[in-house]
């Protein structure tokens, strides 16, 4: 099974970007960019938990 990690840290660039771009635009953007940034942090994080989660299972089997 390939590894969740690239698709999360996709989703989470996307955001981030996404935010900076409103962030840019709007006029109170305080609360998108804000939650664009936690949700690249949560799925980057989570991700990458269980990226190395797999790769430990792979070492030890």
Do not use: K, Q, Y
């Not at 989703?11 to 939650?35: D, E, K, Q, R, Y």
């Amino acid at each position: 099974m390939r590894p969740f990690f690239p698709v999360a840290f996709a989703l989470g660039a996307v955001l981030l970007l996404l935010g900076i771009w409103i962030f840019m635009v709007s006029v109170n953007p305080a609360p998108t960019v804000m939650g664009c940034g936690a949700a690249t942090l949560a799925l980057t994080a989570l991700a990458w938990r269980g990226h190395r989660r797999a790769r430990r299972a792979e070492a030890v089997d």
